[in-house]
């Protein structure tokens, strides 16, 4: 019972080391090593919480130390890879800054949701710090094989305004849906959000043996991105109309 109470911090702790051991490889140059291990630090990021409230045992604790894990793993590395790979050869201290955008905006998303007392139970205010962690990552991950199959072709610096883009979403009020419970009794639209996940865990699955896992990965954080910033659209038009209307 007892370690019980503690095995959702133990994920969370795996997170964080996983963050640590990112970070180790960016500063050795093996970026997509690293990137590959933030995208582990995501699968026990999302273990995490949901572990907790199976087993009834959320606390303030977990709560807290799942902020400062995501604070490294998914806020510092992000931003140190972006350095490393982009920006670092800038004049001044424009890299600097501009890497420092994911750094930032993370801590601000994460400060935030702390503080939130209610917060939506279908969604989160803002784009989570560890989407955005896995969208950068994947994106890196694409340049290094264009780099590696085309390296006249290859322009990474393009990515630049994607990213900032990507870190502004997570202090946005763009709602995006939270991850299924692990129940199909829990309604239909946790039903299709769950078949969704299921799904990409197959294709990832597959993807990891034939090659290109990332492939699959960046056309989940793709659909998962815009069909936030499809219905934050919809919502406006229909807040507009009813305005109209009155």
């Known amino acids: 019972m007892r370690f019980n109470q ?13 963050g640590f051991i990112a970070i180790i490889n960016i500063q050795q140059g093996n970026y997509v090593i690293a990137c590959y291990v933030l995208l582990a630090a995501g699968a026990f990021d999302s273990v995490d919480g949901k572990l907790a409230r199976m087993l009834g045992i959320p606390t303030n604790f977990g ?3 799942d902020s400062l894990a995501d604070m490294v793993s998914f806020c510092l590395a992000p931003s140190l890879l972006v350095y490393a790979l ?3 050869n800038m004049p001044g201290i424009s890299g600097e800054v501009i890497a420092s955008v994911p750094l930032i905006m993370g801590a601000i998303r994460l400060a935030r949701f702390n503080t ?4 939506p139970t279908d969604s989160f205010i803002g784009l989570p710090t560890p989407m955005n962690a896995l969208a ?9 094989h264009i780099k590696l199959a085309n390296p ?3 322009q990474p610096r393009l990515l630049l305004p994607l990213i900032l883009s990507l870190s502004y979403l997570m202090v946005s009020r763009v709602k995006f849906p939270k991850f ?5 009794k829990a309604g239909k639209q946790n039903n299709y959000r769950l078949f969704g996940v299921i799904l990409f865990v197959i294709c990832f699955s597959i993807a990891i043996f034939t090659g290109y896992p990332y492939r699959v990965l ?3 954080l793709s659909c998962y991105i815009l069909s936030g910033l499809v219905m934050h659209v919809i919502n406006l038009g229909n807040i507009e109309t009813k305005s109209q209307e009155t």
């Open 136 to 144: 950068i990552a994947s994106l890196v991950l694409f340049m290094e």
């Open 218 to 220: 960046a056309l989940f």
């Open 180 to 184: 299924p419970i692990l129940n199909f």
């Open 6 to 18: 503690h095995l959702p911090s133990l994920f969370t702790l795996i997170n964080l080391f996983l």
């Open 116 to 119: 939130i007392e209610d917060k």
């Open 152 to 154: 006249e072709y290859s």
């Open 86 to 88: 982009y920006t670092q």
């Open 63 to 65: 709560k807290e130390i």
